[in-house]
């Protein structure tokens, strides 16, 4: 057996094991979006075009990773709205910043490994870089928007007749939590994995100024960011849904 | 009052540094002078020719070439004006086209005038800008207590590059040494940062280490088992060093925010808990642990997974479209991202376990309310 699939089992038996139903479903989703990822690609190399491709599977892989990972309904319907909202913003942000800093496509330093490639293959690489930082981002999106639904219809359940102002302030109180932990998960998530182009950076005594405009460097760094930015938005934004659905229920009660 | 007067003042201290942020975003349109490097600025574009190309694998794509007039802002040659020839494809995957306004990186050689090149953009100026508005928005949305987040991040990215340094100076001989106490020393410096030194901050900390730890050991006894089968070092990119290390080294890296943003969660919900229930037994309190984790786990697994595996996005389509077949695409392209997902999710999930039974263990007998 290969090493991907012992390892993938470990991590089922485990996941089952202290997860119970939920675990298995997590380890479900998680092969269902690998599925989805890949199937991106493809319709992508097939010359479907890079940003429809992304708003599709993105939608889905949203759906799944949101209604798979959260029981309960109260939270998992407003966390996929203040999601996908989040994602469109983001969609709109990442579009022009990466027309305007060109950091698509490969670098120099990927040289050895371009070696014997046709690289004039038709397909817009600034697309595929903006369907790159948008799928990256979806996971932390779709976990922050679920952590503060979660939380927030917690505290309706406690106090059904909480004011939206009051809402809105406890929202972002939830929303400071999690951020500065978030942060580090993508710091050292985005991090961690280039420690190989660190080391080639210094041990190859680049500039200060060439790493900084560096085409894979300045890449990387905008993907963190951009998760950043899509998790800061989350926390007004599901805020916002949640109250406006609370509203409505209130109303309805009437 | 007093309230009104603060919060106000906050108002006006972000609007203040919002502000000054953007002007500094500005400014890195006249910084030519801090560079080594030649800076020119395109003044003109002509286009000149198009042609369309079929490559072997009947991939279609369009060849452009254009006229770039551009105008020296630094050094020995600052005034001079260049026409340059820049040839780009329709896909831009190693070229570009340049518009009029944008900075590039010259390559002036000493002989004569022909040869000068363009050898990149200049992209200060639109990195400054994303990173100013990320900073606007957390300061807009969460005040100055998004700040300490901020703080921790550039600790550590000083960290990590003292540690890199040391790594090339030993030559990479002590890699899992070297970034092995990084990663410890990681966890404890952002958690002190987050939690403040406290019993709840030692609980997460051993949290944090058992669990990657425990996932590295079950990692390394299915890579003996396996022979590493499927595990294509050589797919690795950028690397000047020996590759498995640095790829173990990256997986545990990569894996460690995750764990703590985990261990925080549950060790932070189970010190509540005990402050609301001062009675609570240890054996309900390490349910209550594996509770909370359960629903916390697969988003989280999910957010490494969905960074590990976007990021071969590119090379994956090239492959994909230069006639290779969907398994070896993978295998070359997207098995390491699995190998260091799979890693990552089994710390997560491990973590869940420790991170419960040590506050179970380790919780004060009587926490007094606060």
Known sequence: MSTITVLGLVLLGLMTLIGGKTGATAFLSLIFNFGLLFLAVVLISWGFPAMAVTLVIGTIILAFTIFFGEDNEMAARPAYIAALIVMVVLILVIFPVENWIMAQGFSLEDSEDLEGM???????????????????????????????????????????LITAKRLYIDGISIGKQIIGTTFNTLFFGFFGGFLALFIWFSGLHYSFGSVINNKIFVAEVLMVLFALIGVILVVPVTTWVVTIEHRRQQKHND | MKQWIRQHWQLSLTIVVVVLGLIGVGLTRFNAGLYQQTVAQVTQVRAQSQSSTTDEFENKDMTYTQVVTVKVLNKAHRGRIYHIKNTYTRSGAMDQSYRVGSQVFLRIPSDQDSAVTIQGLKRDTALAFVVWLAFALLLLIMRFSGLMAFLSVGLNALLFYAAIQIDLMTNGGHIYLLFGVLAVVFAALTLWLVLGFSRQMVVTFGATVAGTGLAVIISLIVFSVTHERGVTY????????????????????????????????????????????????????????????????????????????????????????????????????????????????????????????????????????R
Do not use: C
Request: aromatic share 8%.
């Open chain 2, 234 to 369: 050589e797919s690795m990119q950028y690397v000047t060093q020996v590759p498995r290390p640095l790829f173990l080294v990256e997986t545990i890296l990569g894996s460690l925010g995750a764990v703590m943003d985990e261990s925080t969660d549950i060790v932070a919900s189970l010190f509540q808990l005990k402050t609301e229930r001062p009675d609570i037994e240890s054996k309900q309190v390490f349910k209550s642990g594996i509770k909370i984790g359960r629903s916390i786990m697969g988003p989280l697994i999910n957010v490494l997974f969905l960074i590990f595996m976007a990021d071969t996005f590119a090379m994956t389509l090239l492959y994909l479209r230069n006639g290779n077949n969907w398994g070896y695409t993978f295998t070359m392209n997207m098995s390491l991202g699995m190998v260091q997902s799979l890693i990552s999710g089994i710390g997560i999930v491990l973590a869940i376990p420790v991170a419960s039974w040590l506050a179970s263990r380790l919780m004060p007998r009587e926490v007094l309310p």
């Open chain 1, 118 to 160: 046709s690289l004039a293959i038709g397909v817009s690489f600034i697309g595929v870089a903006v369907a790159e930082a948008i799928l990256s981002t979806l996971g932390a999106i779709a976990e922050a928007a679920i952590a503060i639904a979660a939380g927030l219809s917690e505290i309706i359940e406690q106090h059904p």
